[in-house]
């Protein structure tokens, strides 16, 4: 079986092929390099499984920001086989710079619905990450929606990273598509309008928050 190509700035996006060893062509090399900006120890066990399975073993590199940039940089001399990124807007980021090629595999093809992988088979996913609501026990929520952060019910109640930060803005992203612009402007500005404080930090600074009282709810 033909080895996967290694041209110029072209790689492979996602670490999803690591899931499927025995189905994948053959590597010729001994060791991969993966690229992640998931902490590695997250992922380890994923790794010593495809070690086990394929006898290849996985370097890792951890990059918390500037995956793109990094391999840019380096070009043709990039020693990176995998790219694993934690959240989609990176991910295409990768693919629209072309750093990426396509992968062919029926094994993933057939593992992985359509919609949880690029139509040119340049990227795959391994999961979906939930954007999940934080609330003060007290707190009478009952089959709650995004939608409800806007709702001046909750003002000077609400928590949240900033707005730049790309889980937001792909939760942004997904309220346009359902939504439309217009109404989502709206739904920021409440949103804005509802915040407890500036918009910033990570989970755990909007459950730290919730606990010490500054907010009541966060995502």
């Known amino acids: 079986m033909n080895a996967l190509p290694r041209t110029g700035l ?8 690591l899931v499927f060893a025995v189905s994948l062509p053959a590597f010729a090399q001994e060791t991969l390099t993966l690229y992640t900006t998931r902490e590695p120890g997250l992922i380890q066990p994923l790794l010593d499984s495809w070690t086990k399975t394929s006898g290849i073993k996985v370097s890792t590199v951890y990059i918390k920001d500037g995956m793109l940039e990094r391999v840019k940089a380096e070009g043709k001399n990039s020693p990176a086989d995998l790219l694993m990124t934690v959240d989609a807007g990176n991910l295409l980021d990768l693919v629209e710079a072309g750093v990426t090629q396509p992968v062919e595999s029926e094994a993933l093809k057939t593992a992985i619905p359509a919609n949880l992988r ?3 088979n340049q990227w795959f996913a391994l999961s979906m990450r939930a954007r999940v609501l934080y609330a003060e026990k007290s707190m009478p929520i009952d089959n709650w929606h995004y939608e ?3 709702s001046p019910e909750y003002k000077g109640k609400v928590c949240i990273r900033s707005g730049q930060h790309p889980y ?3 939760l942004i992203a997904a309220m346009i598509a359902h939504h439309g ?8 500005r409440g949103v804005k309008a509802n915040l407890a404080r500036k918009a910033t930090g990570g989970d755990r600074d909007v459950a730290r928050d919730i606990l010490g009282g500054i907010c009541d709810i966060g995502l």
């Open 10 to 17: 072209r790689r492979i996006t996602l670490a999803s092929a």
């Open 118 to 120: 690029g139509e040119d």
């Open 148 to 150: 409800q952060l806007a």
């Open 168 to 170: 937001n803005t792909a």
């Open 181 to 188: 612009e217009a109404k989502t402007e709206d739904w920021l």
